[in-house]
């Protein structure tokens, strides 16, 4: 995901604009209550579902109802349509976007646009002047965030090499953790859902660029060469993989181009996530896929091309790269390979398993603390050491085993429940606002979300990316997910304040 989402290279329902009001009232700010109380006889004005306007976007962002019943958006916390909201959740637009738009200056112009540093600094302005940095913390999965970065920060104490793990909680607080809690302080409405998702999906369509223009081999598979976020391919792959969920949000839009978009986007992330040879993402994104199709009742027919040119991409794919995504031995020690390729799968696969093996005994070898957070390399080399032995300096290849491993089981435990919670959270959104056409558009962005989510826990099951940004993104997601969810509800004229219980 870039280097601040990956700590090692540090690392819509309706495509119609919101219809325009046509008063606002002195001192009032669109989308919100108009000043001086709701009483029954004053004019509701403003717009429905008011989306922040990004410059050269306009029109891409509103997806959710804007039919004469459904009232104006109430502000569910100070936060929404001030100066210091719009600033935060643009400077979460740019900053989602800046690897990408680093990568292209660097290629096209051979220079260093900065648009990291410039948002990063203007995202940690408005979260300290906003007043919402404990936004997430009234949620249960930013408490659970808490938690597990405690967890975290005690492994230092008790790490291989204390130096490095501090450093590395250093760059991971800042990038990760409290990257979660920027995203719950500024995605609190429908407006700044929809502005997230807009980013995700530009995210993808930069990436795909990447792929096109900067795109080869990197050692034997498909990588971004002199990228400093995607040089690896595994990393590629997951950046492909969690943003081709938000593709899917727009391919089910009745917009006619957005929904080309969204299937064009997507079946391009497949695509160039195949090419990576990455079985964890490709897993993964077969996983989201099945969730999207099993959730998505009402919208099965839109995903009907998804469905049928998917499988096609495997035959523009070569014959080594098939070999590696589907060649796996249920006994990987007495198997036997027949070709080239065959070999090199069955040995990538014998890797991982001692790997898994080594990081569970590492595991329960030290169950509170670990090793040390990014220890794990540390360690293996210094117990072959002393056995007079030598091993490459490879991570855990799982995301689960490399937590457990390097900060032990109850960060295992916090860590399971930050998914659970979040698959939880939008699984309750998408239920609870599937029969209301009112909230048809944060349903459908709650399906989304919840597949990528699905989809990443099943994908990192075979790559370590559990420190990188990913998780706190779609974590994220889902946190600022309920949040809009809460107050749309709350701005119906009939609420049914039940649908907002815990």
């Known amino acids: 995901m870039g280097r601040f989402l990956n700590p090692k290279a540090l690392k819509s329902s309706s495509a119609d604009l919101a219809t325009p009001p046509k008063e606002v009232l002195p001192g009032s700010v669109p989308g919100s209550v108009p000043q001086g109380g709701r009483d029954a006889d004053r004019p509701r004005t403003g717009v429905v579902g008011a989306a922040v306007a990004i410059p050269g976007l306009a029109g891409l962002e509103s997806d959710f109802d804007t039919r004469p019943t459904a009232r104006p958006f109430q502000q569910a916390t100070p936060i929404a349509g001030s100066a210091m909201g719009s600033l935060g959740i643009y400077s979460l637009f740019f900053f989602f976007i800046s690897p ?18 410039i948002s990063q600094a203007l995202l940690l302005l408005a979260f300290i002047a906003s007043g919402a940095a404990g936004q ?40 990760c953790t409290l990257f979660f809690y920027a995203v719950c302080a500024f995605v609190v409405d429908a407006a700044s859902v929809r502005t997230f998702i807009l980013a995700e999906v530009s995210k993808g369509l930069l990436i795909i660029v990447i792929c096109v223009t900067m795109g080869g081999e990197s050692g034997d598979r498909f990588a971004i060469p002199g990228s400093s976020f995607y040089a690896g391919a595994n990393d590629l792959a997951l950046g492909l993989a969690t943003c081709a969920g938000f593709f899917f ?36 994104m077969g996983i989201m896929l099945l969730c ?41 020690k007495n198997a036997t390979a027949t070709t080239e390729e065959e070999m090199a799968s069955l040995a990538s696969q014998r890797e991982r398993e001692e790997l898994f093996r080594r990081s569970v005994e590492m595991m329960f070898q030290h169950p509170l603390f670990g090793v040390g957070v990014g220890e794990f390399m540390d360690a293996v080399f210094l117990d072959d050491t002393e056995k007079g032995q030598r091993s490459p300096g490879l991570g855990t290849h799982n995301s689960y085993t490399e937590v457990g491993s390097e900060c032990g089981i109850p960060a295992l435990i916090a860590y399971v429940a930050l998914i659970v919670l979040s698959i939880r959270q939008s699984y309750r959104v998408f239920k609870r606002s599937a029969a ?16 990528s989510i699905v989809g990443y826990a099943a994908g990192t099951f075979f790559y370590h990316v559990a420190y990188g940004g990913t998780l706190p993104l779609l974590t994220g997601a889902a946190a600022g997910l309920w949040q809009a969810f809460v107050a749309e509800v709350k701005s119906l004229p009939d609420a049914d304040l039940a649908l907002i219980e815990p």
């Open 249 to 284: 949000y727009w391919a089910v839009q009745k917009s006619v181009y957005r929904m080309l978009i969204g299937i064009g986007g997507f079946m391009a992330s497949v695509y160039y996530l195949l090419k990576t040879s990455s079985r964890g993402a490709f897993l993964g």
């Open 292 to 332: 999207t199709v099993i959730f998505s009742a009402k919208y099965r027919w839109r995903l009907l091309p998804i469905v049928l040119l998917t499988p096609l991409l495997l035959l523009a794919m070569p014959d080594d790269v098939i070999h590696r995504l589907t060649f796996v031995s249920l006994d990987s």
């Open 136 to 175: 997430g913390l009234r949620q249960p999965i930013g408490k659970v965030w808490a938690i597990f970065t405690f967890l975290m920060a005690l492994t230092v104490l008790f790490s291989t090499w204390r130096s490095e793990s501090m450093s590395m909680m250093l760059n991971y607080v800042p990038r």
């Open 436 to 451: 209301d056409p009112r909230l048809e558009g944060l349903s459908t962005a709650a399906m989304c979300i919840m597949a």
């Open 100 to 117: 990408e738009l680093n990568d292209l200056s660097h290629h096209y112009l051979g220079v260093n646009a900065y648009v990291n540093w």
